[in-house]
């Protein structure tokens, strides 16, 4: 069974400084890993994807993370913080079928100003 | 392209009324569906899975009488919350995948509030 750990529920970074969000995954056969974004009241929005192909993946509005087998990690990061970025993030992986995204708990992030 | 579109946004309905939510691929076929719920400052939590022309199958826990899925083609699938009760107001999502196009990945409605008074 497939299982994802979402370090922290609430981050708070100032503007302008670095974003790292941990997920941790559990997988049985090499995982796809997925990182979304949520703003309130609206649905998911996928920031990245991993799917066996370059272990650094650049995703949408300056973030990137980056597969780590060995640490079973897929952390998302972003070098300068925007206001904009203030949201829930949500890491999810699935096996190559087509089944179901198991979803972490999400990460609350706050930008202060 | 990939968007899924879900109708209505939200709704208000008495207890005891039914509702259908709607959730269409608008520029590829989705062989399959997902419902999910999500529960305020929570993660969403996945209700069941459908596939074009079967029946839908249920995670452990949700009533499939209560919570009917119909997914009749390949755009569209349906979600009736029947004879709803406060505790069913939530926030639906749904998500559509098409396995042909490799690699494997759902996109995301933009979720129906559904608050029952």
């Known amino acids: 069974a497939q299982s994802v750990t979402q370090l922290g529920s609430h981050v708070s970074v100032s503007e302008g400084a670095l974003v790292l969000l941990r997920c941790n995954y559990s997988s049985s056969v090499p995982p796809y890993l997925f990182w979304y974004v949520q703003y309130p009241n609206q649905g998911l929005q996928l920031l990245l994807k991993y799917t066996s192909a370059a272990t650094l993946v650049k995703g949408i509005n300056g973030f990137e993370a980056e597969f780590k087998k060995s640490e079973t990690s897929f952390h998302l990061t972003k070098p300068s913080a925007h206001m904009s970025d203030a949201a829930e993030y949500f890491c999810a992986v699935s096996d190559r079928g087509n089944t179901p995204l198991v979803f972490g708990k999400g990460t609350r992030l706050s930008v202060i100003a | 392209g990939a968007v899924v579109s879900q109708h209505p946004s939200w709704v208000i309905c008495k207890s005891g009324t039914s509702v259908k939510i709607e959730c269409r691929s608008l520029?590829?076929?989705?062989?399959?569906m997902f419902w999910y719920r999500q529960f305020p400052k929570q993660s969403l939590m996945l209700m069941a899975t459908?596939?074009?022309?079967?029946?839908?199958?249920?995670e452990q826990g949700v009533e499939k009488d209560k919570f009917l899925i119909n997914h009749a083609s390949l755009t569209l699938s349906t979600l009736t919350v029947t004879s709803a009760h406060p505790e069913d107001s939530s926030f639906y999502i749904c998500?559509?995948?098409?396995?042909?196009?490799?690699?494997?990945?759902?996109?995301f409605g933009p979720g129906t509030r559904l608050t029952v008074t």
């Open positions: 459908s596939n074009e022309g079967s029946k839908a199958t249920y």
């Open positions: 520029d590829f076929q989705a062989t399959t």
């Open positions: 998500s559509a995948s098409n396995s042909g196009q490799g690699p494997y990945e759902q996109y």
